[in-house]
């Protein structure tokens, strides 16, 4: 992502206190929680207003901040004052102390200085930041200087290490592997007439929503077409009741996943239930998709995974056969168009469940199962 004030020349080597602010050690980086109070005299002109303000380094949940000061009474400063918003507050108020404890203190440290923490900081959530320079006095008050300007920044998507936090979390529940045959995807009569009208009777992909973890780096971004491929335990076939509509497409497995297919790990939440979904993406080897899904998604092995395998018959003919984790409910994203012609369109015979729906479902920030020690 763009960041506004983005510095793209520090070379600073690494805070010695960065080990302190990781931590966020009281001793350090603080809620604000302190029994001084503003010095509001003469002194407070003589301390430098932080200029030309730098974020860089920015991940989910942390970021590294650097400024520059004229150098009068630099020597004086002990501590800054960093006034950190989401960007839609927009009548936050500046720094009140105790008033206000999501402001941080931090002692002076050698620059730029690492800010972290998953309690103040979300993964894709526009910031506000602003700076002060402080000089604790001998009768415990503070002279300050002025505000520095206001800087926006946007935190950033998960990276691979914390979508591999979370494909580890839904391994342990996966459940045992079930043999499938076809993939499905559920939408009402409207949709699959304007495939065939409008769309030379292909299904098209469109951007994925906002469903799932919020630091997920397909939301919003990745194209492609949700399919499933769960079946029912007792008849190992698809379920005849679906959120989404009343006419299904099925379309033999080894068409959309097969040796020439990349099966990569995008997500995995709960909606405040006892189900969990786990969100696959299949790319073709070498399309737009799998280019996307290389550089931002834990790729799987395909013949042996916890969720979704796809391996020759070794007893029988040759020929592949499937297998799906019978413990999590599989959100399969194919990222190619898929032409109506390659399957067939029929409507079933159960309910359309609306309140299982996923569209844009927001993901349950408690659930210990799923959730690692990130932003949501």
Sequence with gaps: ????????????????????????????????????????????EELPVPQNIKISNI?????????????RSK???????????????????????????????????????????????????????????ASKQPDG???????????????????TVHLNQLLQKAEVIAGRMLRFSVFYRNQNKEYF????????????QSVKDTSGSHGSPISGKLEGIYFCCNTEFNTGKPPQDSPYGRHRFEVRADTLFNPDTNLYFGDFYCMYTAYHYVILVLAP?????????????????????RFLTCKQDEGGDGSLVFHHAQDVILEVIYTEPVDLALGTVAEISGHQLMSMSTVNAKKDPSCK???ISVGR
């Design 1 to 44: 992502m763009e960041v506004p004030g983005l510095a793209h020349n520090i070379t600073s080597p690494l805070s010695p206190c960065e080990g302190m602010i990781k931590d966020l050690s009281l001793d350090a980086l603080q809620l604000c929680e302190r029994d001084g109070k503003e010095t509001k005299s003469s002194e407070l």
């Design 59 to 71: 991940t989910c949940d942390s970021f590294k901040i650097c400024w520059d000061m004229e150098p």
């Design 75 to 133: 020597e004086r400063i002990t501590h800054y004052f960093i006034d950190l918003n989401k960007k839609e507050n927009k009548n936050s108020n500046k720094f009140k102390h105790k008033d206000v404890p999501t402001k941080l203190v931090a002692k002076a440290v050698p620059l730029p200085m690492t800010v972290r923490g998953h309690w103040f900081l979300s993964p894709r959530t526009e910031y506000t930041v602003a700076v002060q320079t």
């Design 285 to 305: 080897k070498g399309s737009t998709g799998d280019d996307f899904c290389k550089q931002r998604l834990p790729a799987l092995d395909i013949t042996n995974n």
């Design 369 to 371: 199962t799923c959730n």
């Design 193 to 204: 007439d304007n495939a065939r009208e409008a769309q030379e009777n292909r299904m098209l």
């Design 141 to 159: 008050d503070y002279a300050i200087s002025e505000w520095s300007e206001i800087i926006e920044f946007c935190t950033a998507d998960y990276s």
